[in-house]
C-alpha cells in the first residue's frame, strides 16, 4: 500500500528542475543539431583534429584544387582558402551518406569568393541518380565578398551532393547549404526535427556546451600563432560574430568543431524553448583524464574577464561593449543569464578550488545576482569528490556539479542518496546521469532514482541526463537520449522518460511511504521489472512463478547468493520453451542450468525488500 497525507508538505520543486546537457559530442553539432549541409565548409580540417584528416575531408576534387594557408586567407581567423583552378569542381559529401535534401524544400547556398580577373561558378545538388534541384550560375569578380544561390529540391534524396563548379581560376571559402526550414526559421539555425524534440521535452534548461570539451586542451587562446593548429580548451568569444569570422577547432572527442553553433546560438535556442541557458567556462585545470593546472596567473585573469565578458554578453546593455555585440547580432534584449558552471569534472580537486575561487571571487564581486557552480569531479563517491565536497562545502559555495554513470542497479539501490546530504550545506546541480544503456529497464531505473530527486528538491536543484544527442554513424559515447543521422531522428526510452517527467514538473513533494511486497507480472524478454533487478543487496526473497502458480525459481539468498548475482548487461527471453538469459555478461549467473520444465512464457516476479531499504 502506498500511504499518502496531503496534509503534509514536502520539498518544493522548481520549474527548472529538469533540463538538457548539450556537449558537442557523437557530431551533437556539426552534423547534428547544427543544420549546416556542407561538412568542413572552410577547409579547416587537420590531422590535429583527426589523424585522418586534410583539409579536403570530405570533399572531391575535379580538376586542381589546393588548399592554401597565405596572406590571402578570408580573415585571421579562417586560415585556410581553397584555391580553385579554371574548368575545375569540388563537390562535397556533407554527413553520413550525403547532403539531405527533401522535395519542394528550399536551400539556401552561399560561399565567399576571390576572383580579380572574374570567373562563372555553377553550383549544383545532385546525388548519383542525377540532378536534385535547378542548378545556379553566379558572377564572381574582385576581392573576397559572399556570393549567394538558392534552390528548390526536385526530389528528396539523403545521398545528395553539392558541387562547386569554376569557369576560371577562383578562390572559395566557407561554402555553406543550409535548409530555409531552420527551427523557427532562424539564419544560422538549427535542425528542425532535433530541435522540436527537445523543445518537446520542455527542459527547465540547457546546460552548454558541454562536458569533457570546456576544459581540456591548450588553455591559450585562438590569437597566439602557436595556438591556430593546436587543440584549444573552448572559449565562448571563438564562438560569436559572423560565421566565416568564427574559429574552428580540435574537438576533444576527436573531430573538428566549426562553432557555427556558438555561444549567441545557444541562448537564442535556450529562449526559444523557454529553457534557462546555463553555460559552463574552462577552470583552467584539465579534467577528463588531463590532470594539469595552469600556474600562468595572467592566462587565469584573462579567463576570469572572459568569463565577466560572458556575463555581459548575455545580459549587459546595448550601450556596453560586449551587449553591444549580442545586440549587433540581433538580440538587444538581455538573455537573463542567472546561472554559469566554472569547470567540469576536474581530478585536482586542491588545484581546481584554488582556481574556482578566483572566479567565484570576481564574478560575485561584479555580479552578485549569479549562481556560480562549482563541481565534484568525475565520480559520485571516493577521495575526489569526498575533497571537493569539503571544500565546496566549507567555502559555502551556492551549487556543486555532480556527474556519475552506473548501472541501472546502482540507480535503483541510492534513491537514498540525497536523503542524507547537508540541508545547510551548497545544492546539487546534477549536471550529468545515465544508467547504462538505452532499454527500457535503464529508463525505468532512471525514472526511480528521480523519484529520489524530487523527494529531496530543497537540495536538488538541477538535473540533466547525458548525453542528449548522437549521430549514429559518429559515436563516442553510448548510450545518449536522442538518436539521429543525416536524415531521421529517433527518441529512447530514456528519453520518453525524462519527457514524462519534465512535462510534469510538480510544485511540491507530498510525502508518502509504501509497504507490502511489491509484484510485476510480464512477457520474459528484455527487462521484466524486478527480475533486472531482485539483487541480493535490495532483497531477501526472490520468486518467479509461471501463470498457473508453478515457482520456476526462487531464493532466500541465504544458500548460493551467487544464484542471484546480477550486477550487469543481459537479456531475457524465451528459446525452446525455456527461460533463459542471453547475452550475457561474464559477472551474470541468473538462471542456473537444469530446469528445463519451463513452459509457460507468463511469468510473474516476486520480490520481498530488505527492511530499511
Ligand atoms: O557526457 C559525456 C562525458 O561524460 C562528458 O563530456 C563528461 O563531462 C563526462 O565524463
Redesign the pocket.
Known amino acids: 500500500a502506498i500511504n499518502v497525507d496531503p496534509t503534509a508538505k514536502g520539498a518544493k520543486i522548481d520549474d527548472t528542475m529538469y533540463g538538457v546537457f548539450f556537449?558537442d559530442?557523437n557530431r551533437a553539432a556539426d552534423g547534428g543539431l547544427y543544420a549546416e549541409l556542407v561538412q568542413n565548409r572552410s577547409f579547416e580540417y587537420s590531422t590535429a583534429d583527426n589523424r585522418t584528416y586534410t583539409p579536403l575531408t570530405s570533399w572531391a576534387v575535379d580538376g586542381s584544387a589546393q588548399v592554401v594557408n597565405d596572406a590571402g586567407r578570408l580573415n585571421e581567423r579562417n586560415r585556410n582558402y581553397l584555391s580553385l583552378g579554371a574548368a575545375s569542381a569540388v563537390t562535397n559529401a556533407g554527413y553520413n551518406t550525403g547532403v539531405r535534401v527533401e522535395e519542394g524544400k528550399t536551400y539556401d547556398f552561399s560561399v565567399w569568393a576571390r576572383a580579380v580577373a572574374g570567373t562563372t561558378l555553377t553550383i549544383t545538388l545532385k546525388d548519383a541518380d542525377g540532378t536534385l534541384a535547378e542548378a545556379r550560375q553566379v558572377d564572381v569578380k574582385g576581392g573576397w565578398a559572399k556570393y549567394k544561390a538558392h534552390f528548390t529540391a526536385t526530389r528528396t534524396s539523403s545521398n545528395g551532393r553539392v558541387a562547386v563548379a569554376s569557369s576560371d581560376a577562383v578562390a572559395l571559402d566557407e561554402v555553406s547549404l543550409f535548409p530555409r526550414d531552420t527551427y523557427k526559421g532562424r539564419k544560422n539555425g538549427l535542425r528542425k526535427d532535433l530541435a522540436e524534440k527537445i523543445a518537446a521535452l520542455k527542459p527547465g534548461f540547457v546546460r552548454f556546451p558541454?562536458?569533457?570539451?570546456v576544459n581540456t586542451g591548450s588553455m591559450q587562446d585562438y590569437s597566439e600563432a602557436s595556438n591556430w593548429e593546436r587543440k584549444r580548451s573552448y572559449q565562448w568569444k571563438d564562438t560569436i560574430g559572423p560565421v566565416e569570422q568564427r574559429a574552428t577547432n580540435a574537438n576533444f572527442w576527436g573531430y573538428n568543431q566549426s562553432y557555427g553553433l556558438g555561444y549567441y546560438e545557444y541562448f537564442q535556442f535556450s529562449e526559444d524553448i523557454g529553457a534557462m541557458p546555463l553555460p559552463v567556462v574552462p577552470a583552467l585545470v584539465t579534467g577528463?583524464g588531463q590532470n594539469r593546472a595552469t600556474d600562468d596567473e595572467a592566462l587565469l585573469q584573462r579567463h576570469i574577464q572572459d568569463t565577466l565578458d560572458l556575463i555581459e554578453f548575455a545580459n549587459g546593455p546595448v550601450t556596453s561593449e560586449w551587449g553591444k555585440k549580442r545586440a549587433r547580432m540581433g538580440h538587444p534584449k538581455p538573455f537573463g543569464l542567472t546561472h554559469l558552471g566554472v569547470g567540469?569534472?576536474e581530478n585536482l580537486p586542491n588545484e581546481f578550488f584554488a582556481r574556482f575561487q578566483k572566479f567565484r571571487a570576481a564574478i560575485e564581486a561584479k555580479y552578485p545576482d549569479i549562481t556560480v557552480i562549482s563541481n565534484s569531479g568525475?565520480d559520485d563517491a571516493g577521495t575526489t569528490f569526498d575533497t571537493a565536497w569539503k571544500l565546496n562545502r566549507e567555502a559555502n559555495v551556492d551549487m556543486v556539479d555532480e556527474?556519475y554513470y552506473n548501472s541501472p542497479q546502482w540507480f535503483l539501490q541510492n534513491n537514498d542518496r540525497y536523503d542524507s546530504y547537508d540541508r545547510n550545506g551548497p545544492k546539487v546541480f546534477l549536471g550529468?546521469y545515465a544508467s547504462q544503456g538505452n532499454a527500457f529497464k535503464n529508463a525505468l531505473s532512471e525514472a526511480a532514482f528521480m523519484t529520489g530527486l524530487e523527494r529531496n528538491a530543497d537540495i536538488v536543484k538541477l538535473a540533466s541526463y547525458?548525453?542528449l544527442l548522437a549521430n549514429e554513424d559518429y559515436v563516442q559515447?553510448s548510450p545518449d537520449m536522442i538518436w539521429f543521422n543525416n536524415h531521421a531522428s529517433w527518441n529512447s526510452a530514456n528519453y520518453e522518460m525524462q519527457k514524462l517527467f519534465m512535462n510534469n514538473v510538480g510544485d511540491r513533494v507530498v510525502p508518502s511511504t509504501a509497504t507490502g511486497t511489491p509484484a510485476v507480472t510480464g512477457p520474459i524478454s528484455g527487462a521484466v521489472g524486478l527480475s533486472t533487478w531482485a539483487t541480493t543487496a535490495a532483497y531477501d526473497d526472490v520468486k518467479v512463478t509461471s501463470a498457473d502458480g508453478t515457482t520456476l525459481l526462487s531464493d532466500d539468498f541465504s544458500g548460493d547468493a551467487s544464484k542471484w548475482t546480477h550486477t550487469g548487461r543481459g537479456s531475457w527471453s524465451v528459446q525452446d520453451g525455456q527461460y533463459v538469459q542471453t547475452d550475457v555478461a561474464a559477472e551474470n549467473t541468473m538462471v542456473s542450468a537444469g530446469d528445463t520444465s519451463w513452459h509457460d512464457y507468463d511469468l510473474k516476479v516476486k520480490a520481498t525488500k530488505k527492511s530499511g531499504k
Do not use: F
Request: a negative charge.
Open positions: 556537449e559530442i558541454g562536458g569533457c570539451l577528463c567540469n569534472e568525475p556527474h550529468e547525458a548525453p559515447w
